[in-house]
């Protein structure tokens, strides 16, 4: 049977000629596509800076040393990957989780309640590419002197009142794993700021703490972006925005044809302040399993995203305190459905309407 994927990364033969121009041109690492990458990324989130590393948990864990949370707590999320809080402590801080809302968001509310005299920065993700409310975290940050990190992981091009995340709080943080909005042909990730500090600091951090050749005054890390994937993210970048905008449409469709069937709850829509990119198309239902069976043997491609969240993974057996109802709730009802630019109508069609076949024989 013929599948319906869930995601279908894009690799073109425009982006493999850059491949291969960088292979054959440039040096391996440190190459001049990294630093035209870095620039064009800049300016295409609206920084001063940005910053290329090895992957987003690197982005992430560079920034928060950056951002001097060792020994302090960092607020976040309990629904997300597990890289969110790892970083956390990998940068020597100690991540501390605050619910989400119904969006999937963390929680300005329960964000406030977590804030203790240790709190040294906040660390919303922006899941499924659906930006958090960040004019509710700025106040939380300008209120109690907190720096705010994001987690844009899953967000490339998205905007929160007419700017773009990862330019709204002091660092930005991008993954370009294959699955995201847009990728570099393997692992890589971005940070982005307006301090010449920070950028300063998490380039020195990526090369191993390197002040000169032989010369290093920071314990650093081998977090470099290869030339050659940097290459590929150039190309890529120049789709983002028509590839999201497919996105867009895609959800668009979906939200018309899944409303009001069975007791599918969809994701928030975009409004003229918040613009997401759906990374993911994440629709909950009680249902959930039988209908992720249901379409598995229909050739549909699904996932759970996330089926534990992050209190509840063996990692953190007994780390946590909190309780957390929303994120729990939710882990056990999502399921993302498929979502790339390329996905056509006609498919999309077809997975609504294995759903409505599924809700009639089910309810």
Known sequence: MERIPICKPAMDEEMIAAASDAL???????????FKFEEEFAQFIGTKYAVSVSSGTDALILSLIAAGVKG???????????????????????????????????????????????????????IFGR????????????ENNLIIVEDACQAHGASYGGKKVGAIGEIGCFSFYPTKNMTVGGDGGMVTTDNEDIAMTVRKLRDCGRRERYLHDAHGFTSR????????????????????ASRIRNAQLYARLLKDMGDIVLPPMNDDKVKGVFHLFAV???????LQTYLNEKGIATAIHYPLP????????????????????????????????????EEVRTVCESIGDFFRKTT
Request: proline share 6%; glycine share 4%.
């Open 24 to 34: 054959r041109n440039e040096a391996l690492v440190n190459g001049e596509s990294v």
């Open 72 to 126: 302090s707590e960092v607020v976040t999320t309990p629904f997300t990957f597990i890289a969110s809080a790892n970083a956390v402590l990998h940068a020597g801080g100690r991540p501390v989780l605050a619910d989400i809302w119904e969006d999937c968001n963390l929680s300005p509310f329960e964000t406030r309640r977590a804030i203790t005299e240790s709190t040294k920065a906040l660390l919303p993700v922006h």
């Open 131 to 142: 930006p958090c409310e960040m004019d509710d975290f700025k106040d939380i940050a300008e």
């Open 225 to 244: 972006l290869n030339t050659v994937n940097a290459a590929i993210g150039r190309v890529q970048l120049k789709r983002l925005d028509a590839w999201n």
């Open 284 to 290: 909950r239902t009680s249902y959930r399993n039988d």
């Open 310 to 345: 992050v209190h509840k993974q063996p990692a953190f057996d007994g780390y946590f305190e909190g309780v957390y109802p929303v994120s729990e709730r939710v882990s056990q009802q999502t399921i993302s459905l498929p979502m790339f630019p390329s996905l056509s109508e």
